[in-house]
C-alpha cells in the first residue's frame, strides 16, 4: 500500500463503518465513539441501517474533531469495510488522501487499501473487535483507554469472553504498528473536562426523568424504541413504571389515565403509532391532562423507510387531534436540546394541562454526541396537580382569567375530580348547554395565550444584515450552521434562523431577520417544505427558494451547499 | 359508615325503564356495602348509554374514549393503586372498539372491576348490531340479520384465566350487587359481564327473556374448577347460567413493579444521586 505517513495530525476526521447487520459494526461504532469522547474529541454519530436482523448494508459514521463537531458529512477520511459492499458503496465518498480499511481476503485491489490479514489476527467472531484495534491505532488514541473501554462495554462477567476481546484488540492494535500508516492520527487533545456519549432519544429519557416522569407507555416502534429502552433500564432504580401497551392508543390512553391519577407521563412513537395515537391527544386537549408525546420522525406515508431519517411530520403533529386546542411543539436541533426541551414540555404540559410535543427524527434519535454532563442539582421536577383552598364546591373546570383551572388528584384530597371526554360544566360533568361550551372553548384556548407568551425565539446566528439568510428546524441545526460558516469563509454574508421550537410561533420574534435578508432559503428534510408553509400561513412572508431533502439522510452542510449552488 | 346518600341521586338521559336504573342501584348498594368513600373511588368510562353511569353517583370520574377505559384506568391505578377503580362501559366499548384492551387487561390482571353493560345492542346511536348481538339479530343496519356469530365474554375471559369472571343480570338487582362487592374485593382483574334489556332498541332480548333464562349457579359450584369454568362459559340457551364463574388468585399487574413498593407513584421526589449515578454512566 502507498504510505501516506507526513506526520501531519487530523484536527478532524470523518470515519465510516460499513458492514452487514449481526456483524457487529454497531457494536465497534458505539465502543469507538465512547473511547473518542473520553479521550475528548467532540463527534457526531450517523447510523444508517437496514430494516432487517441480518445481512443487508448498514454503516455508522463517526466524525471526529479536536474542536466542536456539530453535524454530520459525507466525504470519508476513513472507511472501515466490514465487508465488500462497503468498498464498492462508498468509495466514491472517500476523499483523495483517504484510507480504506479491509480484510487482506478480500479481492479488491488500488491504492489507498490497508489490508489486514483478519484471519490470522483473531477468530471470525472476534475480527470486528480486531478492526477497532485497528482503527484506534491509526487514529492514535491511547491503548490502555482503548481497552478500558471495550471492557466496560461487555462488563467482566464472561471473563474468558473478555479476555478473547482482549486479544482480538490487541491483535489489532499489534497488526497495525508494524503495517500501518500514521496518515490518520488525530491531534492529541489534552486537558479536557469529562463528557457523556449520549444520543437524542437517550437525552431524551434523561430529560424525562429529570422532569418527574413516572409512567411511561409504549409500542415499539423505530426510531423511538430506545427512548423506551433507556428508561426500562432506569425504571428500577428511579421508580418509574414502563409498560409496553398492546398498542399505541392503549400507550396514550395509559398514560392520561396515569397523569389524571397524578403520574407525569409520557408516550414515544413515530408516524404510524402517532397516527393511532391522535384521538388520544384530543381527549387530553378536552380532559385537560397534561402528556408529554414525543414524536421521532422517519420516512412516510405509511411504513415508509422504517429506519431512515426525515422531517415530514411537522405539519401533521401541529394539526393532530380533532378540533381546536393549543399546544406547543418543540423540535431539538442537538442531543442538549433534547434534554431541555424535554424538561420544558413537561412543564408546559403541567402548568397548561394538556398534550405537548417533541419532534425529533431518526437522525437525531440515534446520533451519539459527547455532550458536557447536565447541571441537575439546579432543576426542579414537575408537581403533578395544582393546590386550591379546600373549599366546596371544587370545580375542576372552573372558567379563569388564564383558562388554567385548579387540578386535584382523585384520591389525594376529599373533593371529587371528574373530567369529560364530552363537553362538561366546571365540575367537569357532561352537558350539552350550548352557551357552556362556547366558555369552555373560550377557556381552553385562553391557555394558547400563556403558551404562546413562553414560546422560544428561534436562534438567529451570523451577519446581521445576510444576503442569504438559512432558515430550518429540528435536527438538521448543526448542518446548515456549517453549511452557513463555510459559505462565510469564502466571503458570503449569510446567516441562519434555527426553529427549536416550531409552535406557536411568533411573529415578532424573527419577522425582522427574514424581511432584512436580500435572499431567503428554507432547508428541511421534507417535501413540501414544511416550515416554509407554516411561516407563509401565519405571517404572508413567501420563502421562495427551498432546499429539501427526502432521499431519508439526514442534511448535510454538502447537500445543502450543493442544492444551494445548483 | 357510608349510606347510600354518600352517592347521591341524580337525573339520568336513559330511556324509562333502562336496565341501567337496576345497574346503578346495584352498583351504588355494592359501594355502600363495599364501605368505600365517595373519593377513594375513579369511574373509568368511555362512550354509550352504559358509560354516563359514572356522572349519576358521587365519586371521581374518568368519561374518556369510546373503548379506551381499560387502558386508562390501567394507567390510573398504576399511578395511585390505593384507588378503587371501576370501569363501567357496554358491550360495543369494550367487546368491539376496545377489544384488544380487554385481552391486555386480562393478561396483565390489573386490579380493575370492570362492569359492562351488556344489551346485546347499540343503544346511544339508535340500535345497530353489537358483537354479542345474536347471529340472525335484525337491526336497521343489519337488514337481513347479524352475519356474525356473537362474542362470548365469558367464554375468552375464562380461556384466558382472568382473575374474576361474573355474570349477573340486571333484573337481580342484589345478586349483581353481590357480584360487584366480590369485584371489588378481588384483587386482580374482575370481568363482571350484565345481561340487560334495551327496552328501545333489542325487542328480542327482552327482560321477559333473560328472565326466563337467568338461573344463579348451583351451590356447590366451584369457580377455581377452569374446566368445570369453561362448560359453564358456553351455557347459552333456555338456561343462562349467573353469578361467579370463575376465580383465579394470581398476583395483580400493579404487584410487580417495584416502583409501588412504596404505594403510589404520586408526589415522589427525583432522587438526585441516582439520577447523576445514572447520568454519569453516559461518560
Same mark, same amino acid.
Given at each position: 500500500?502507498?504510505?501516506?505517513?507526513?506526520?501531519?495530525?487530523?484536527?478532524?476526521?470523518n470515519?465510516?463503518?460499513?458492514?452487514?447487520?449481526g456483524?457487529?459494526?454497531?457494536?465497534?461504532g458505539?465502543?469507538?465513539?465512547?473511547?473518542?469522547?473520553?479521550?475528548g474529541?467532540s463527534?457526531v454519530?450517523?447510523?444508517?441501517?437496514q430494516?432487517?436482523?441480518?445481512?443487508?448494508?448498514?454503516?455508522?459514521?463517526?466524525?471526529?474533531?479536536?474542536?466542536e463537531?456539530?453535524a454530520?458529512?459525507?466525504?470519508?477520511?476513513?472507511?472501515?469495510?466490514? #465487508?465488500?459492499?462497503?468498498?464498492?458503496?462508498?468509495?466514491?465518498?472517500?476523499?483523495?488522501?483517504?484510507?480504506?480499511v479491509l480484510?487482506?481476503?478480500? !479481492?479488491? #485491489?488500488?491504492?489507498?487499501?490497508?489490508?489486514?490479514?483478519?484471519?490470522?489476527?483473531?477468530?471470525?467472531?472476534?475480527?470486528?473487535?480486531?478492526?477497532?484495534?485497528?482503527?484506534?491505532?491509526l487514529l492514535?488514541? #491511547?491503548?490502555?483507554?482503548m481497552?478500558?473501554?471495550?471492557?466496560?462495554f461487555?462488563?467482566?462477567?464472561?471473563?474468558?469472553?473478555?479476555?478473547?476481546?482482549?486479544r482480538?484488540?490487541?491483535?489489532?492494535?499489534?497488526?497495525? @504498528?508494524?503495517?500501518?500508516?500514521?496518515?490518520?492520527?488525530?491531534?492529541?487533545?489534552? #486537558?479536557?473536562?469529562?463528557?457523556?456519549?449520549?444520543?437524542?432519544?437517550e437525552a431524551?429519557a434523561?430529560?424525562a426523568?429529570?422532569?418527574?416522569?413516572?409512567?411511561y407507555?409504549?409500542?415499539?416502534?423505530t426510531?423511538? @424504541?430506545?427512548?423506551?429502552?433507556?428508561?426500562? *433500564?432506569?425504571?428500577?432504580?428511579? *421508580?418509574l413504571?414502563?409498560e409496553?401497551?398492546?398498542? +399505541?392508543?392503549?400507550?396514550?390512553?395509559?398514560?392520561?389515565?396515569a397523569?389524571?391519577?397524578?403520574?407525569?407521563?409520557?408516550?414515544?412513537?413515530?408516524g404510524?403509532?402517532?397516527?393511532?395515537?391522535?384521538?388520544?391527544?384530543?381527549?387530553?386537549?378536552?380532559t385537560?391532562?397534561?402528556?408529554?408525546?414525543? /414524536?421521532?420522525?422517519?420516512?412516510?406515508?405509511?411504513?415508509?423507510?422504517?429506519?431512515?431519517?426525515?422531517?415530514?411530520?411537522?405539519?401533521?403533529v401541529?394539526?393532530?387531534?380533532?378540533?381546536?386546542?393549543?399546544?406547543?411543539?418543540?423540535s431539538?436541533?442537538?442531543?442538549?436540546?433534547?434534554?431541555?426541551?424535554?424538561?420544558?414540555?413537561?412543564?408546559l404540559? +403541567?402548568?397548561?394541562?394538556?398534550?405537548m410535543?417533541?419532534?425529533? &427524527?431518526?437522525?437525531?434519535a440515534?446520533?451519539?454526541r459527547? /455532550?458536557?454532563?447536565?447541571?441537575?442539582? &439546579?432543576?426542579?421536577?414537575?408537581?403533578?396537580?395544582?393546590?386550591?383552598?379546600?373549599?366546596?364546591?371544587?370545580?375542576?373546570?372552573?372558567?379563569t382569567?388564564?383558562?388554567?383551572?385548579?387540578?386535584?388528584?382523585?384520591?389525594m384530597t376529599?373533593?371529587?375530580?371528574?373530567?369529560?371526554?364530552? +363537553?362538561?360544566?366546571?365540575?367537569g360533568?357532561?352537558t350539552?348547554?350550548?352557551?357552556? =361550551? =362556547?366558555?369552555?372553548?373560550?377557556?381552553?384556548?385562553?391557555? *394558547?395565550g400563556?403558551?404562546?407568551?413562553?414560546?422560544?425565539?428561534p436562534?438567529? !446566528?451570523? &451577519?446581521?444584515?445576510? *444576503?442569504?439568510?438559512?432558515?430550518?428546524?429540528?435536527?438538521?441545526?448543526?448542518?446548515?450552521?456549517?453549511?452557513?460558516?463555510?459559505?462565510k469563509?469564502?466571503?458570503?454574508?449569510v446567516?441562519?434562523?434555527?426553529?427549536?421550537?416550531v409552535?406557536?410561533?411568533?411573529?415578532d420574534?424573527?419577522?425582522s431577520?427574514?424581511?432584512?435578508?436580500?435572499?431567503v432559503?428554507?432547508?428541511?428534510?421534507n417535501?413540501?417544505?414544511?416550515?416554509?408553509r407554516?411561516?407563509?400561513r +401565519?405571517?404572508?412572508?413567501?420563502?421562495?427558494?427551498?432546499?429539501?431533502?427526502?432521499?431519508?439522510?439526514?442534511l448535510?452542510?454538502?447537500?445543502?451547499?450543493?442544492?444551494?449552488n445548483? | 359508615?357510608?349510606?347510600?346518600?354518600?352517592?347521591g341521586?341524580?337525573?339520568?338521559?336513559?330511556c324509562?325503564?333502562?336496565?341501567n336504573?337496576?345497574?346503578?342501584?346495584?352498583?351504588?348498594?355494592?359501594?355502600v356495602?363495599?364501605?368505600?368513600?365517595?373519593?377513594?373511588?375513579l369511574?373509568?368510562?368511555?362512550i354509550?348509554?352504559?358509560?354516563?353511569?359514572?356522572h349519576?353517583?358521587?365519586?371521581?370520574?374518568?368519561?374518556?374514549?369510546?373503548?379506551?377505559?381499560?387502558?386508562v384506568?390501567?394507567?390510573?391505578?398504576?399511578a395511585?393503586?390505593?384507588?378503587?377503580?371501576?370501569?363501567?362501559s357496554?358491550?360495543?366499548?369494550?367487546?368491539?372498539?376496545?377489544?384488544?384492551?380487554?385481552?391486555?387487561?386480562?393478561?396483565?390482571?390489573?386490579?380493575?372491576?370492570?362492569?359492562?353493560?351488556?344489551?346485546?345492542?347499540?343503544?346511544?346511536?339508535?340500535?345497530?348490531?353489537?358483537?354479542?348481538?345474536?347471529?340472525?339479530?335484525?337491526?336497521?343496519?343489519?337488514p337481513?340479520?347479524?352475519?356474525?356469530?356473537?362474542?362470548?365474554?365469558?367464554?375468552?375471559?375464562?380461556?384466558?384465566k382472568?382473575g374474576l369472571?361474573?355474570?349477573?343480570?340486571?333484573?337481580?338487582?342484589?345478586?349483581?350487587?353481590?357480584l360487584i362487592?366480590q369485584?371489588?374485593?378481588?384483587?386482580?382483574?374482575?370481568?363482571i359481564?350484565?345481561?340487560?334489556p334495551?327496552v328501545?332498541?333489542?325487542?328480542?332480548?327482552?327482560?321477559?327473556?333473560?328472565k326466563?333464562?337467568?338461573?344463579?349457579?348451583?351451590?356447590?359450584?366451584?369457580?377455581?374448577?377452569?374446566e368445570?369454568?369453561?362448560?359453564?362459559?358456553?351455557?347459552w340457551?333456555?338456561?343462562?347460567?349467573i353469578?361467579?364463574?370463575?376465580?383465579d388468585?394470581?398476583?395483580?399487574f400493579?404487584?410487580h413493579?417495584?416502583a409501588?413498593?412504596?404505594?403510589?407513584?404520586?408526589?415522589?421526589?427525583?432522587?438526585?444521586?441516582?439520577l447523576?449515578k445514572?447520568?454519569?454512566?453516559?461518560?
Open positions: 500500500m502507498k504510505n501516506h505517513s507526513d506526520n501531519k495530525t487530523r484536527r478532524m476526521l470515519i465510516l463503518i460499513g458492514g452487514e447487520a456483524q457487529g459494526l454497531v457494536t465497534v458505539q465502543i469507538l465513539a465512547k473511547a473518542l469522547v473520553r479521550s474529541y463527534i454519530v450517523t447510523q444508517s441501517y430494516s432487517r436482523i441480518r445481512g443487508g448494508h448498514n454503516t455508522l459514521a463517526i466524525r471526529v474533531g479536536v474542536d463537531v456539530i454530520p458529512c459525507e466525504s470519508v477520511d476513513l472507511l472501515v469495510a466490514l #465487508d465488500r459492499d462497503t468498498v464498492t458503496l462508498h468509495s466514491k465518498d472517500l476523499l483523495p488522501d483517504g484510507l480504506v480484510d487482506s481476503a478480500s !479481492e479488491i #485491489d488500488g491504492d489507498s487499501l490497508l489490508k489486514v490479514p483478519f484471519k490470522e489476527l483473531a477468530q471470525e467472531r472476534f475480527s470486528n473487535i480486531a478492526a477497532l484495534g485497528v482503527v484506534s491505532s492514535g488514541l #491511547d491503548q490502555g483507554l481497552a478500558g473501554t471495550l471492557d466496560d461487555f462488563g467482566k462477567k464472561d471473563a474468558r469472553l473478555a479476555a478473547e476481546n482482549d482480538a484488540l490487541a491483535a489489532g492494535v499489534g497488526w497495525t @504498528t508494524t503495517h500501518g500508516t500514521s496518515s490518520h492520527k488525530l491531534s492529541a487533545v489534552s #486537558d479536557h473536562p469529562k463528557r457523556l456519549m449520549m444520543n437524542g432519544n431524551i434523561l430529560g426523568v429529570s422532569a418527574g416522569l413516572r409512567l407507555s409504549f409500542y415499539p416502534m426510531p423511538s @424504541t430506545s427512548i423506551g429502552l433507556a428508561l426500562a *433500564g432506569q425504571a428500577k432504580r428511579m *421508580g413504571i414502563v409496553q401497551a398492546e398498542d +399505541e392508543i392503549a400507550a396514550i390512553n395509559m398514560a392520561i389515565g397523569s389524571f391519577a397524578g403520574a407525569p407521563s409520557m408516550v414515544a412513537t413515530s404510524g403509532g402517532f397516527a393511532l395515537m391522535v384521538e388520544g391527544v384530543s381527549l387530553a386537549a378536552m385537560e391532562t397534561p402528556v408529554v408525546v414525543v /414524536v421521532a420522525q422517519r420516512p412516510a406515508p405509511a411504513t415508509g423507510l422504517p429506519t431512515r431519517t426525515e422531517q415530514a411530520d411537522l405539519e401533521f401541529l394539526h393532530a387531534g380533532h378540533g381546536e386546542f393549543p399546544r406547543a411543539i418543540f431539538p436541533g442537538s442531543v442538549e436540546e433534547c434534554f431541555h426541551l424535554t424538561r420544558k414540555a413537561f412543564e404540559a +403541567e402548568r397548561y394541562q394538556g398534550p410535543f417533541l419532534l425529533t &427524527d431518526q437522525f437525531l440515534d446520533s451519539y459527547a /455532550v458536557m454532563p447536565f447541571e441537575l442539582e &439546579d432543576l426542579t421536577p414537575v408537581r403533578a396537580g395544582k393546590d386550591v383552598a379546600e373549599s366546596p364546591p371544587y370545580q375542576r373546570f372552573a372558567i382569567e388564564t383558562g388554567i383551572s385548579p387540578r386535584l388528584l382523585p384520591g376529599g373533593h371529587l375530580v371528574v373530567a369529560d371526554s364530552d +363537553e362538561h360544566t366546571q365540575d360533568h357532561i350539552e348547554d350550548l352557551s357552556m =361550551r =362556547r366558555q369552555m372553548v373560550e377557556k381552553r384556548l385562553r391557555k *394558547g400563556g403558551i404562546r407568551a413562553e414560546a422560544m425565539p436562534d438567529v !446566528e451570523g &451577519d446581521p444584515n445576510p *444576503g442569504l439568510l438559512l432558515v430550518s428546524w429540528g435536527s438538521s441545526k448543526g448542518a446548515v450552521q456549517e453549511a452557513a460558516s463555510l459559505m469563509s469564502k466571503g458570503e454574508r446567516a441562519t434562523l434555527h426553529f427549536s421550537q409552535w406557536p410561533l411568533v411573529p420574534q424573527f419577522m431577520h427574514l424581511e432584512s435578508a436580500r435572499q432559503v428554507s432547508v428541511e428534510g417535501a413540501f417544505g414544511q416550515l416554509a407554516l411561516i407563509r +401565519e405571517t404572508g412572508f413567501d420563502i421562495k427558494k427551498k432546499v429539501l431533502r427526502y432521499d431519508g439522510l439526514p448535510t452542510p454538502e447537500s445543502i451547499l450543493g442544492e444551494l445548483r | 359508615m357510608v349510606t347510600i346518600d354518600d352517592y341521586d341524580y337525573e339520568t338521559a336513559w324509562p325503564g333502562c336496565g336504573f337496576s345497574i346503578l342501584k346495584a352498583v351504588k348498594q355494592a359501594l356495602a363495599s364501605n368505600l368513600k365517595p373519593h377513594e373511588l369511574f373509568v368510562s368511555g354509550g348509554q352504559a358509560a354516563k353511569a359514572p349519576y353517583l358521587n365519586a371521581n370520574v374518568f368519561n374518556g374514549l369510546h373503548g379506551r377505559s381499560l387502558p384506568a390501567t394507567g390510573a391505578k398504576l395511585n393503586p390505593n384507588l378503587t377503580v371501576i370501569v363501567e357496554g358491550d360495543g366499548c369494550n367487546y368491539g372498539e376496545g377489544g384488544n384492551h380487554l385481552l391486555a387487561a386480562i393478561r396483565r390482571n390489573i386490579d380493575v372491576t370492570l362492569l359492562v353493560h351488556n344489551n346485546q345492542v347499540y343503544g346511544l346511536t339508535k340500535g345497530q348490531a353489537s358483537p354479542t348481538s345474536a347471529e340472525g339479530f335484525v337491526t336497521k343496519a343489519q337481513q340479520g347479524v352475519p356474525s356469530a356473537p362474542f362470548n365474554p365469558i367464554a375468552v375471559a375464562v380461556a384466558m382472568a369472571v361474573a355474570r349477573g343480570f340486571a333484573g337481580m338487582s342484589d345478586h349483581l350487587s353481590e362487592q369485584g371489588i374485593a378481588h384483587r386482580g382483574f374482575a370481568l359481564d350484565v345481561l340487560q334495551c328501545s332498541f333489542n325487542k328480542v332480548n327482552t327482560f321477559g327473556w333473560y326466563e333464562r337467568c338461573e344463579t349457579l348451583p351451590p356447590g359450584y366451584d369457580p377455581t374448577d377452569w368445570g369454568a369453561m362448560k359453564v362459559a358456553f351455557e340457551g333456555d338456561k343462562i347460567p353469578g361467579i364463574i370463575y376465580r388468585n394470581r398476583l395483580a400493579e404487584e413493579f417495584p409501588l413498593r412504596e404505594g403510589t407513584l404520586v408526589g415522589l421526589d427525583v432522587d438526585p444521586v441516582m447523576k445514572i447520568m454519569n454512566g453516559y461518560g
